[in-house]
């Protein structure tokens, strides 16, 4: 398997515009979660999903920020409209029966909002 | 409230070189415990993890890590480092009630001087 995929690596855009980040998981994982990197506040789990439904949006910081997974092997996380604080990496992660064994972890899309 | 420490943000060896990376986690029922590695530019990576049982538990690239109950600790070590150990270092905790939420430390960035 390709592992996890993530798309764009690198997007750089201007306060305002609606950023659009891709995730392909696993084939056969049951989880996937969505996670935001940053200098100041480390790593934060922004949502996760069980089987396409989205199960803790918690962490999502705002309206502004929305995710989906319309089928098992695909799921976007949406900014609209961006911010420049919302710069910096979006990890997408899947696993097979919850975080108890492993999280795979894409290479992550470094967000950049001038 | 629950979360993960790690003391550290820095710290640097010389090859060969003994490690030990520290993570203490909040009080309370001890939770699930991971060690994870970041390279730079890359995704994070799955070290080792404690469960339950044998609390001195062997992972990948030559870690162990060390679980004590009484320091409510799960330090990460290796005996001898390599050049390519050089990255950063996340411990995470899933918490009992924690529904998932692997909660991250803000991570020890390893640089090995040769």
């Known amino acids: 398997d390709a592992g996890v995929i993530q798309s764009p690596r690198h997007e750089v855009t201007e306060m305002g515009q609606e950023v659009t980040l891709r995730c392909k998981p696993i084939s056969g994982h049951d989880y996937l979660f969505w996670y935001r990197q940053t200098m100041m506040r480390g790593l934060e789990l922004l949502i996760y999903?069980?089987?396409?439904?989205?199960?803790?949006d918690s962490g999502m910081p705002e309206d502004r920020f929305s995710a989906k997974m319309p089928n098992a092997s695909f799921s976007t996380l949406k900014i609209q409209p961006s911010e420049p604080r919302d710069s910096a990496v979006y990890f997408c992660?899947?696993?097979?029966?919850?975080?108890?064994?492993?999280?795979?972890f894409g290479e992550g899309s470094r967000l950049t909002v001038l | 409230a629950q979360s993960v420490t790690q003391p550290d943000i820095h710290i640097t060896v010389s090859e060969g070189a003994s490690l030990e990376l520290r993570c203490n986690y909040s009080y309370g029922a001890t939770p699930y415990l991971f060690w994870y590695v970041q390279s730079p530019g890359q995704g994070l990576q799955l070290l080792l993890k404690?469960?339950?049982?044998?609390?001195l538990v062997q992972g990948i690239k030559g870690f162990e890590a060390e679980f004590k109950r009484s320091q409510s600790s799960f330090n990460l070590r290796k005996p001898s480092v390599h050049w390519s150990d050089a990255a950063e270092y996340f411990c995470a905790a899933l918490f009992s009630g924690g529904y998932n939420k692997l909660i991250f430390g803000a991570g020890t960035r390893l640089a090995v001087h040769p």
């Open positions: 404690y469960f339950s049982g044998d609390t």
């Open positions: 999903f069980n089987n396409n439904v989205p199960i803790d």
């Open positions: 992660a899947s696993c097979e029966r919850g975080p108890y064994g492993e999280l795979f």
